[in-house]
């Protein structure tokens, strides 16, 4: 199954303290994720930021919300207990808890209220993160994979607008920027200077030249196929080579791929989604706009000696 939102964890959390014991965070988010039967890919997903897993983060706004609410109670520092409205709540049985029914409790209202002020006060977009199905991280998430999409889908068109001489120019800036090529006259110069048999180029794989890496780059429209790859392939061994790049705007058919992944040679395809995701992610061709942090309370700090 899919990771469950926060608002679906509240119920299982809530059962899981009806014990009436007192319940260690790290213990909880490890019995949840079997009641949920996540796998491991699932269990491992990170968020974006990388900060923390997808689901420990929603298990921790689930005893968040729930502790605001008066149903979670927390005496020491990653530990919680069920309170005794939290008892009789589940004594009545609901089918679920969401943030709907934990409006219906004074304290939970007051927090909302106090965080939708906050953010009004500092200007803040007005959309109550968190009123549906996302934490405020999810949402945060969800707005930087929807910006970040965008922008790659922005950086793919003016590559393809671009001249070819441009194209090979900004492979030469990607990648220097990525470590390769020693420097960008060095790169500049070897980029585009072969022309051997299906060969643009021949790169430093490192800043000392120990080995070198040969490059294609194309500006496609159509999907690559098998045959150009079997003629870079050729190419390289012509030069006795066992590592290449090629770099497209376009796609590879699957023909290509497989090609590309049985032969001796090392050939890493870099198709228009991965080259524009790379270029995005070593700022060529982009500029940053703004940054933002996303903090959280230094528990240790606050532990009186």
Do not use: C
Request: no cysteine; proline share 3%; aromatic share 8%.
């Amino acid at each position: 199954m899919s990771i469950p939102s926060y608002q679906k964890v509240m119920l299982p959390l809530l059962q899981l303290a009806s014990d009436g014991k007192e319940h260690r965070f790290g213990t909880a988010v490890e019995e949840l994720s079997e009641h949920f039967q996540l796998t491991k890919d699932e269990r491992d997903e990170m968020q974006p930021s990388g900060a923390q897993a997808v689901f420990n983060n929603r298990v921790g706004w689930a005893r968040t919300y729930l502790k605001k609410a008066g149903l979670l109670e927390s005496d020491k520092r990653g530990y919680f207990n069920i309170s005794d409205e939290g008892l009789r709540l589940l004594s009545i049985g609901p089918e679920k808890i969401d943030n709907s029914l934990l409006s219906k409790y004074p304290s939970f209202v007051e927090f909302k209220t106090l965080r939708k002020k906050t953010k009004d006060d500092r200007g803040a977009f007005h959309a109550e993160v968190g009123s549906d199905e996302e934490s405020p991280e999810d949402a945060l998430s969800s707005a930087y994979i929807s910006l970040r999409g965008s922008l790659e889908s922005e950086i793919l068109s003016a590559v393809m607008e671009a001249s070819p001489t441009f194209f090979e120019r900004l492979v030469v800036d990607l990648l220097v920027k990525m470590g390769y090529g020693g420097n960008r006259l060095d790169a500049g110069k070897a980029l585009g200077k072969s022309g051997d048999g299906g060969i643009d180029g021949i790169i430093k794989e490192d800043q000392l030249g120990l080995d070198v890496i040969y490059i294609q780059a194309k500006r496609w429209e159509g999907t690559v196929g098998r045959p150009e790859i079997q003629k870079f392939a050729g190419a390289l061994q012509g030069q006795r080579a066992k590592k290449g790049v090629f770099i497209t705007t376009s796609n590879y058919s699957k023909g290509a791929i497989e090609y590309a992944g049985n032969i001796d040679s090392k050939i890493i395809l870099i198709d228009g989604d991965r080259l524009s995701g790379l270029l995005a992610d070593f700022n060529v061709g982009v500029t940053t706009v703004g940054n933002y942090e996303v903090k959280k309370v230094d528990t240790d700090y606050f532990i009186e000696e």
